[in-house]
């Protein structure tokens, strides 16, 4: 018989091979929070088998919260001993849902806005950063969406280290990369490729630095900027970056790092951050759940779009952990976690949040 | 009191930024009017700063977000931030339950009354006011 949907297509043989363990049900953030199998990588396969048996349909109301409360973050993948990719799965069965016209409202509704808008927040008028745009430069600093619209501060912070370390940079006139929207199962939007493309080259830049790990994935996996690379246009995180200066500052504090999953997971970069940590902060402590098994601050795969109160939840859980360790301060280095986590943050928890950057930045301006 | 279908109680002063404040004397309290709760959605976080922080009347001095919209709270007045509203911290939907009962926000010792004056207090001011945010920002 053959497959109605395209996630039966390519994936019918792995959502067979659950084995209906539940060890995702263990790492997943969202079932952590809520304890709702169905939200859940072993209840999402048992649904998708379902379907694929013709017992229930996609194009149900109660699937769109099973298939979009998910913020692949792939922990689940990480600890399946069967090998299923769930969270490929996922995006293949929400781009089906799109097809048919089933959707999270939200998600709807940010590809709508990004068809009219240069980023996901409908905002008109970017922060300046106090910094000239499009100029001509070795490096191009890309901010991302949640760097320009939310974290405003982390941004300046980033771009006066990158000062004090004369590198010779420029910010331009960027969009939405729109890598999100391949996730939530609609096609990334042409012209704001070309727009940043454009702009890069326009630059005469070689590399591009990326302050969203999601968008350094973007530019560096997806074919529609193969263009980058096949001009000799390398694209890496400011993490990757700085691994090797030094900063000439350190902190007695106690300090702990949270993985991103776009950077750890989806990426390996565990070492880098580290790396760099170690020279700011010798008494450096690892949270319980670290590196391949950090647990989701629950901002990504659009949830915090669509179930803010969800994933602000999540947030919280992870930050338990921070509690655990004793941490003065909590460091990553991604926007959106860092913005989940300062909204989750708890008054009577007296630990500090930062990126790695606006960290640096701030011990420089401390020693002044 | 429905101004406009939206509920704009009488004995409240109105910042153009669409946050209200009671004078209880030697307190002001402030939080988020009807307008802006409905046209922001849930609140999903409100930022609480710390007891004592000096506020300067105009000045930002914390933010809200819903789940599409950041918005950012203005102190009304010059004075000092004496208490925030801790549910608001687990509960931040009481703003758009009750904005001007339990979703109270901040409260402030004004250091000088008579700035209260520089905000919307008539019907007739407020009246007009609504009509040019309806227009600028209800979509039909």
């Known amino acids: ?368 | 009191m429905d101004i406009r279908g939206y509920n704009m109680p009488e004995d409240l002063y109105y910042e153009e930024n669409h946050f209200w404040i009671r004078d209880e004397g030697d307190t002001l309290v402030m939080g988020m009017d009807d307008f802006a709760q409905l046209l922001a959605g849930e609140i999903v976080y409100v930022q609480l700063p710390d007891e004592g922080k000096e506020l300067k009347a105009g000045k930002k001095f914390a933010k809200i977000e819903s789940g599409k919209w950041l918005g950012k709270v203005y102190a009304p007045v010059s004075g000092e931030l004496i208490a925030v509203n801790e549910e608001l911290e687990t509960n931040p939907g009481l703003i758009n339950d009750d904005c001007y009962g339990k979703g109270w926000m901040f409260k402030i010792k004004p250091s000088d009354k008579g700035e209260l004056d520089n905000l919307m207090r008539t019907v007739e001011e407020i009246d007009t006011w609504l009509a040019e945010e309806i227009e600028k920002y209800v979509t039909e």
């Open chain 1, 1 to 368: 018989m053959e497959a109605k949907y395209d996630f039966e297509t390519k994936y019918r043989k792995q959502i067979l091979q659950c084995s209906r363990c539940g060890f995702c049900q263990a790492v997943c953030p969202v079932y952590g929070l809520t304890l709702r199998p169905s939200l859940n990588a072993r209840g999402k396969m048992l649904l998708l088998k379902e379907i694929m048996d013709g017992q229930i349909d996609l194009d149900s109301e109660e699937l769109v919260e099973t298939l979009y409360q998910c913020t692949t973050c792939a922990n689940c993948e990480e600890s399946c001993p069967s090998g299923v990719n769930v969270p490929d799965i996922i995006k293949e069965a929400r781009k089906d849902m799109v097809h048919i016209g089933s959707c999270h409202p939200a998600f709807k509704g940010m590809n709508e806005v990004l068809q009219e808008s240069g980023n996901i927040y409908a905002e008109d008028e970017p922060e300046d950063f106090e910094r000239k745009r499009n100029q001509k430069a070795e490096h191009v600093y890309f901010i991302g969406c949640v760097g320009s619209y939310r974290e405003d501060e982390a941004t300046m912070s980033v771009l006066a280290l990158l000062d004090r370390l004369k590198i010779d940079y420029t910010l331009i006139d960027e969009v939405c990369c729109t890598g999100v929207l391949e996730d939530l199962g609609y096609p990334m939007i042409d012209k704001h490729v070309r727009t940043n493309i454009d702009l890069i080259l326009a630059t005469g830049a070689k590399t591009v630095i990326t302050g969203c790990p999601y968008c350094s994935r973007t530019f560096n996996n997806k074919p529609q900027y193969a263009e980058l690379k096949e001009k000799g246009i390398r694209v890496m995180h400011i993490i990757q970056f700085l691994k090797d200066f030094d900063f000439g500052v350190q902190t007695e504090k106690r300090v702990t790092y949270h993985d991103p999953c776009d950077l750890g997971r989806h990426c390996g970069i565990y070492d880098e951050p580290r790396e760099i940590i170690r020279k700011i902060a010798p008494n450096f402590v690892e949270m319980p759940y670290n590196r391949e098994n950090a647990l989701c601050c629950g901002a990504g795969g659009g949830v915090r779009g669509a179930y803010p109160k969800n994933s602000i939840g999540m947030a919280r859980r992870r930050l338990k952990e921070v509690e655990e360790v004793d941490a003065d301060i909590l460091l990553t280095e991604c926007n959106s976690c860092l913005h989940n986590f300062s909204n989750a943050k708890l008054r009577k928890q007296r630990f500090k949040i930062y990126n790695i950057t606006q960290f640096i930045s701030k011990l420089l301006e401390e020693e002044d």
